[in-house]
């Protein structure tokens, strides 16, 4: 399967605004809510995701070609490439952290219960692409460091560690586009009923 860099919708939160207009309703005596200064830090968090997007927009064909540089034993191209992808990801892992971090501050702040579950989803998504591209980070670092296509066992064992991640890199990125999915869906159903909700006023 051709690997394509994920659409925008899975690395930024696009709808946070939907979310973070909609207020609490928390009573007058309880806890102050905290669901405008949450969406600040998801402001924060989108620069460090749009970064990553940035970096494996430039770099999208880098899988590709490391499948081709195998298939024609280039020991050379494969390590070339592979350093190339390993510090690609090291970079793209720094923003994914901080990312992830500025998810986790607002989701210890008092929200409304449907941003802390849009919260919840994004930070799924973006930690099972952090998932993904370790994998993926991993195999170009087997690569680079052991392949030989003059050792037939050695060339074998490590192109099926790289088969092997890649199937592990597809499947979480699946598993991210659903959590992305619902974390969109929930934002257009809060944006419909704040909307429904305001034309019945």
Known sequence: ?????PKIPIFILLTVFILVSCQSSTGLLGPGDETREAGELIKSANIDLRAIKVLFNKHANKREELKTAIAA????????????VVDIINEGQGHGTSALEKIDKAREMNVNEDYAEYLRLKWEALNSQREAFEQH???????RDNFDPKN???KDEVKADFDSRSEN????????RDFSSQANELAKEVHFRSRT?????
């Open 137 to 143: 980070r991993q195999a170009a670092r087997k690569l």
């Open 152 to 154: 037939a066992r050695k």
């Open 169 to 176: 890199f597809q499947r979480l990125m699946e598993k991210a």
């Open 197 to 201: 909700e305001a034309g019945a006023q």
């Open 73 to 84: 034993d280039d020991a050379d191209a494969v390590r070339k490439l592979s350093d190339e």
């Open 1 to 5: 399967m051709k690997y394509t860099v």
